[in-house]
């Protein structure tokens, strides 16, 4: 049974940091990449990076690239989200995937998490 389980959300301040993490099991991380999407209130879910474990392999989001790192511990089965430098319009629901091909796409998602919310600003 797979299971993604997200931490790490909350409020901060515009330019601080948080990083997200995403317990995933049940599933070969050899066979599949796993990611990041957010959905905004009153917008689209959109993705935000994936990563491909057999080969380190990554993609980001143009809006986030340069702030946002995404990384895996295999030893934890857990994905990050080092997110720095963060707008009011990153507040969205942070959703961990897992996808069948490393193209932020959500129907290229294999499997979804329940999401955790992060809130930039007041």
């Known amino acids: 049974q797979v299971q993604l389980v997200e931490s790490g959300g909350g409020v901060v301040q515009p330019g601080d940091s948080l990083r997200l993490s995403c317990e995933a099991s049940?599933?070969?991380?050899?066979?599949?990449?796993v990611g990041w999407f957010r959905q905004a209130p009153g917008k689209e879910r959109e993705g935000v990076s994936c990563i491909s474990d057999n080969d380190g392999t990554t993609h980001y989001a143009d809006s986030v690239k340069g702030r946002f790192t995404i990384s895996t511990d295999r030893s934890t089965n857990r994905v990050y989200l080092q997110m720095n430098s963060l707008k009011p319009e990153e507040t969205a629901v942070y959703y961990c995937a897992v996808l069948f091909t490393p193209v932020m796409r959500e129907d290229l998602v294999r499997w979804w998490g329940q999401g955790t919310q992060v809130t930039v600003g007041s």
């Open positions: 049940g599933f070969a991380w050899e066979y599949y990449p």
